[in-house]
DNA sequence: GTGAAAGCGCTAACAA
DNA sequence: TTGTTAGCGCTTTCAC
């Protein structure tokens, strides 16, 4: 494990270790005791103008930097951070998750510190050991794997960990996910209840839970429908914006394209969103369904299955605060609900016609 | 300050103090020495599995939890937490920026320790002095103060700050911010120069440094072009999308409204947008700027002025590990530029009818 | 594979 | 207002 600081390293240590310089170090060189220095670095009253200058002006000399983790020591307190591993916080439901933990965490005198791990199980591993190793009480993770059972070794290290959007797999833990079945379910339904038959569904990762459970759900209302070949139009691996587009281009250049879109996530959305409108004017739209309650939803008018992520990410510091004082109680898994908001986007009848009335 | 954890408060501490079980005790409890039941719960190897499982077993059946401030101690590495200080991570810009930082920082084996103010001044306060007094290295802060002197208290500290999207003020402190003021100045010489002279600016709430650059930009535009009468249409307060819908509202019923406007920023934009989609039925459409290249800009086809939150935080993050080590140099300033990216909505030309053909 | 002793750098009590 | 003395709970030698 490194010294976490700050040698460039072209710059050669030396022959002093190059040790930071300590309290005692600054209180000798403005020749006064150690806990007056203390008393003044600390911020503390009670200490002469005149002596408080001389110990911050030798502090900012000697390039001070309090020691933390001696501070909080000597005090009694102990490291108050949990860790939130997510995959990026430019993606809007994952910064809500955080948004969310902190908010919960808040009034325990708790805080986070974020790490993200860009949907990668090896990134993903390394900052939750690194974060448990010492530094966090507790980690809450949206995990990239599909097994869990490597994160026995934080828990058995003291560590409670919590999976969010996610569910533990293989492993005993707290889980808090969404009620994703029904949300593919109640997307499906809806776009059969408007007379859709070929429905196609842009799907996230393969891997991913959520996304396996918004399918499921999914093909339930289709074959209870009647409608067989559903699978047809699953498409699976699109994470992001770009993906998602160049997936629903695929789709609408089919022979016999779907006249309705199911996008697995706030990001294919989008990507569906921007194709769709770049098509707009050649054919009828088709109806389009997003997961996700994004922020522009309401301008263009796009029906979704909702949810809250700040919810969720307060339930999670609920989860890992409880499982900071009882270790024993068995694992828990909270399944939030999620709602289907009408929008228009959802409604369009499979015979719409395009949105702006510039074909022929 | 506040024991960091967890009584619930109707439960009385009881006699003992109820200090958390430690290591010795965990050892004791397990038969080994202190030596070996460090090595379990730190995950170290050279352990007989047999004896690893009875200290976990004594660890879970005591609830023990590592003193990461012991262990940072004695294994002589030090908190390596930076603090980032922003309104809401709920907000995209903020969220771009928060993960910017942790970018900047992995390379250095530093972590982000996130916090919300809401924007205000006596939360940011708390949260800053929070950190600063012990847990971080430095702090990053998207300020909600007009002054900044206070924090002088924490550079004494030892405690680095770095100002971001909003420079530090009445302090010597490193910055980041936008070019503003040539931001608002592009934003109104684009719709200038498309024709258009009754021109409406939704800004940010008024004490916002970033707020009265752009509309500093803006005038300066337009008095260049010789429209004296522009502070008429120059609207504050749109901190938020509702906000800014209100003010949009209140524009387009003047006697003679805008032809154009421009949104001061992310939020706003849509605020703004939502209110145009709204009247378009039923008179021309306004031409429409808006600050933060937002993830809808491509799918309305919004005309921004851009730039690159996740760009600032690296920069930020720059600053502060630069500051770690030396304490000396003078603060800086770093200006980050920004581009107008044209779109549609901000070309549209004065006499511009609505999108969507429906009126009479 | 396991243990004993010696601090890490700081703050809390008390004393002066 | 300032200084002295003990640790905080852990990891690190180095011995066994």
């Not at 090896?122 to 009480?137: H, I, K």
């Amino acid at each position: 494990m490194s010294e976490n600081v700050l040698m460039s390293p072209e710059e050669d240590p030396g022959p002093a270790p190059l040790r930071r310089p300590t309290l005692s170090q600054v209180a000798e060189a403005s020749g006064v005791s150690l806990k007056t220095a203390s008393r003044v670095l600390a911020g503390e009253p009670h200490v002469r103008a005149q002596t408080r200058q001389r110990v911050v002006l030798q502090a900012q000399r000697l390039g001070y930097q309090r020691n933390s983790a001696a501070s909080l020591l000597a005090a009694g307190r102990s490291v108050d951070h949990l860790g939130v591993i997510t995959g990026d916080l430019t993606n809007p439901f994952y910064a809500g998750l955080t948004q969310g933990v902190e908010d919960g965490l808040r009034e325990h005198g708790l805080h986070v510190s974020v790490a993200s791990s860009a949907e990668s199980p090896d990134s993903e591993w390394t900052l939750a050991r690194g974060l448990a190793s010492q530094r966090c009480l507790a980690v809450i993770v949206v995990s990239a794997m599909e097994d869990h059972s490597r994160y026995v070794q934080l828990q058995q290290g003291g560590t409670p960990v919590v999976f969010v959007d996610r569910r533990a797999r293989g492993l005993e833990a707290d889980s808090v996910i969404l009620d994703n079945v029904t949300g593919g379910r109640a997307a499906a339904r809806h776009l059969l209840d408007h007379g859709h038959r070929r429905i196609a569904y842009v799907g996230d990762y393969d891997w991913l839970p959520t996304q396996r459970d918004r399918v499921i759900g999914f093909g339930e209302a289709m074959e209870a429908h009647g409608v067989t070949d559903w699978r047809d139009l699953v498409r699976s691996g699109a994470h992001d914006t770009p993906g998602a587009r160049a997936i629903t281009a695929e789709l609408l250049s089919l022979e016999d394209p779907p006249t309705a879109l199911v996008a697995g996530n706030n990001l294919s959305a989008l990507g569906v969103s921007l194709e769709l409108a770049a098509h707009a004017a050649s054919r009828p739209t088709p109806a389009l369904i997003g997961f996700d309650d994004v922020d522009w939803a309401g301008l263009v008018g796009l029906t979704v299955i909702a949810h809250d992520p700040v919810e969720m990410g307060r339930h999670a510091a609920r989860l890992a605060v409880k499982r900071l004082t009882d270790r024993e109680s068995p694992a828990e898994t909270i399944v939030l609900p999620v709602t289907l908001i009408a929008r228009g986007s959802g409604e369009r009848p499979p015979s719409s016609r395009p949105q702006r009335e510039e074909s022929p």
